[in-house]
């Protein structure tokens, strides 16, 4: 892992050995998810792991100790679980021992606005500093580090992809880890870094540019703390890879939840805005737009070129709301070439279809979709292809047919559907490949069945390269959203 | 059902029996579905359903016909699967036969432009008419009413509700009923009526205003046919009953889409919206605003009073968020008075808490959950309550940890939080009721679990008078629309 001249932040997410300080003796909090997320991805396995309460002597099958110092070997990271009120003990001891790092999930300091403990947080991190120790919070979840098995959370992937995520709240960087995960993107690393009082953004965008694991960088920012410093970062690394950037309490009621929460003052959604169009960031006004602008950039869909959509498949009434949608998004949903229509005429029946884009084939069988897919790409006015993979349809005969439905065990329809699933992100990738216009699949999956079968193919698509979004409401503001930030980026004239 | 004076389309939606002309032998296909809906309702168990198709003689164990005059009995409502071409013959024997009603899901007729085919529609419409039979369409699914058993896909409740849906796409009445019924709501009657070639809008709206199966009327429209008479019977039916409109094809490319699927011309959104102004007729502008809509004028969140918003629950970043996405759909978020942040502090602690709105407890327990969630809604600000049911919290101590949960089987967990879901229902229905102002139910269903405990939650909380929505975002959105209608329709001055 480690570069011939390292970042000085490297350190801090490969640590050799962690022990986490304040283990609690059995399950149902918070803070026992840290233990039993680094052993979900086999830290201890690799790594000495160190529980320290000195009310237990072992948990979870391992040892447990009563202070640092009793622990045997180096600690390079330590996890505070303990109240704020004896975390300065704490402190004397990372001090003594020699770790490198001290993340405190520990709250109840600089947040409360209550001047004793804004000072109490501060004496602490004067002290660390003057160690050569880096804090990570007070008041967060801390590391994400699949390469190095450090896991704040249940559930998160064990293999790494590309993305750096940098968040101020440990809630949504969850959020963003699960339901991005969901979609088929990996991470580099994810630091939830909370109130800030030590290790703060502009040093994780500065880490994340560099970074040679890292090719996209995503974050949800609060406060604004050293805005020159980090107003370079965030240019150094929007430079080099794509940067999604959320930032919360841009209202006025926001501001103030965001004082709560992590003592940020958040700055004006003026300067913030200026901030991306200054550092070619994007801007993302909601945290779906973060997931969905993230899956955009990381697969074809960055290349659009103009606003042309072909729309593909559902019923009339969704074609027609689909149609208000995109032309709602600023997108154009062009008519089809005399040509392609004639083209599509050879193979679709007039009674219930529609040619003219969106096209609704009824389309029954998966070749005459790829056929209909293919020819739409080719048609000039088109810059992109928006469609439902229907994996029932891409099934066998009778897979739309409830009754035949019905007859089929269950277990054997989702295996079914999950295979029709995996041939679906294979075709739609191969027709991007072949027609070099990225193509967009459309869910639905926020009022459906979603199950494995929606899973397997957003998984599949995703490391294909096509980018898969739940609602044409939200694809359409994605591709948006990317085509005015590459012409800003690309300084190409804007386009939307 | 037969009222003193009934309304003359009331025998359409009670048919003492059913042929289903052109029935394909087997599954597979969208027209199979006809036979396979109504069986599922058990229609044929109290009824008469006749199938009709030449060349077989029984399917799904029912005795087939060969023709209309076959059958032996009178039949009141015919379903033509049939293509157009062969179309007039069946008109023939139907008005031989004397039937009151035929639904044609036969497409191919005015909706392709086709000179020859508008022609051939137009012919048989009058040829119907002149026979005293109404026609439903043609290009459409027909009639769901759950009191006659009659349905148009697999999977509707059989159970009746208050809610009337006029559409003019059957893909999109699909998606209202299956949405809507997963959230709770139920149906008096729905009509798919495609290119409205005989009944039209104006007299559905006409129907269910005075329908007193039916208290909410929702519509999807796509062309405004007999612009007047429209504007009068939506008036009709807005002043007895809320009523939600969603209008496709207000856009140039969805207007074209519209006259592909159902030879609409779709008018301009400025008539739309002044329309639906005068009227006093609520007018949702997606899909999803229709949905929640529904859900909204369908409970207590009807009656909100004001914009203050308190929320509670979630972690501090989604707090962030959150209280920035009320502001920015026109909703307020107060902070609290004194007074309630000193009742709150009395079993709040301060590490990792906001009591300032939003409000972030870490509440474990019910107990404390049901006590914040009481003082926050009777301080004087408050107008409304967002929170989010929490199905781990309301069931016992460690089901929020991933180390306990997994020690538990997976169908136990499953029973547990169902019942959490069930209580957590109940517990906001009864602080609504003693509190007098509207609670609203949070999922953020859409990237979670979902579910059968979140199915439930929705269904028992909406049962209550409790409106649940996917998002915050969402709900903001329903609310503030249900004010501003509030305002107008009761002449009230404007709130939002």
Tied chains: 1, 2.
């Excluded at 703390?225 to 794509?242: D, M, S, T, V």
Aim: charged share 20%; glycine share 12%; with cysteine.
């Amino acid at each position: 892992m480690s570069q011939a001249a390292a970042h000085p932040l490297d350190p801090i997410f490969h640590p050799r050995s962690v022990a986490i300080v304040g283990v609690p003796s059995g399950g149902g909090s918070m803070a026992s998810g840290f233990l039993s997320s680094l052993m979900e991805q086999r830290f201890h396995e690799v790594r000495p792991l160190y529980p320290v309460n000195p009310k237990i002597d072992e948990v979870a099958g391992l040892r447990c100790y009563p202070n640092l110092q009793a622990i045997p070997g180096p600690v390079d990271h330590v996890i505070s679980l303990i109240p704020a009120r004896i975390a300065p003990e704490l402190v004397e001891q990372c001090v003594e021992k020699g770790v490198r790092s001290l993340h405190f999930f520990t709250a109840g300091l600089a947040e409360t606005g209550d001047a004793e403990l804004v000072a109490l947080e501060r004496r602490m991190i004067e002290r660390l500093r003057g160690a050569g120790i880096r804090a990570i919070g007070p008041n967060c979840m801390g590391l994400y580090v699949p390469v190095s098995r450090l896991a704040f959370m249940n559930g998160f992937p064990s293999e790494p992809g590309n993305v750096f995520l940098i968040s101020q709240s440990g809630a949504n960087a969850g959020d963003v880890i699960g339901g991005l995960s969901r979609r088929g993107v990996r991470f580099s690393k994810a630091v939830s870094f909370g109130n800030g009082a030590d290790l703060k953004a502009w040093e994780l965008f500065d880490y994340a540019a560099q970074d040679p694991d890292t090719e996209i960088v995503t974050a949800y920012l609060e406060g604004i703390q050293e805005g020159r410093r980090l107003f370079e970062a965030i240019g150094r690394c929007a430079r080099a890879k794509p940067t999604v950037i959320l930032k919360g309490g841009l209202t006025d009621a926001g501001a103030r939840a965001a004082r709560s929460h992590t003592g940020s003052l958040a700055g004006s959604l003026a300067v913030f805005e200026a901030m991306c169009h200054q550092t070619g960031a994007i801007r993302a006004e909601t945290m779906d737009d973060l997931h969905d602008l993230v899956v955009a950039v990381g697969t074809r869909a960055r290349t659009i070129r103009g606003r042309g959509v072909v729309l593909v498949g559902g019923g009339g009434g969704v074609a027609v709301l689909s149609a208000d949608a995109l032309a709602a998004a600023g997108m154009e949903v062009p008519p089809m070439p005399e040509s392609t229509k004639a083209r599509l005429r050879e193979f679709i029946p007039i009674a219930g279809t529609s040619v003219n884009n969106p096209i609704d084939t009824n389309a029954g069988t998966p070749e005459l979709m790829e056929r209909t897919l293919r020819i739409v790409a080719e048609a000039a006015p088109v810059d992109v292809v928006f469609t439902n993979p229907m994996f029932g349809r891409f099934g066998p005969p009778g897979g739309q047919d409830p009754r035949a439905r019905d007859e089929i065990p269950a277990e054997q329809a989702e295996r079914r559907a999950v295979e029709a699933a995996r041939r679906s992100a294979e075709l739609l990738a191969g027709l991007q490949e072949g027609t070099a216009k990225p193509f967009i699949a459309l869910m639905r999956s926020e009022r459906g069945s979603g199950g494995e079968a929606v899973e397997v193919f957003q998984q599949e698509a995703y490391a294909r390269g096509v980018a898969a979004f739940s609602t044409i409401h939200r694809a359409a503001r994605a591709m948006g959203l990317v085509l005015r930030w590459r012409a800003r980026r690309e300084g190409l004239p804007p386009v939307v």
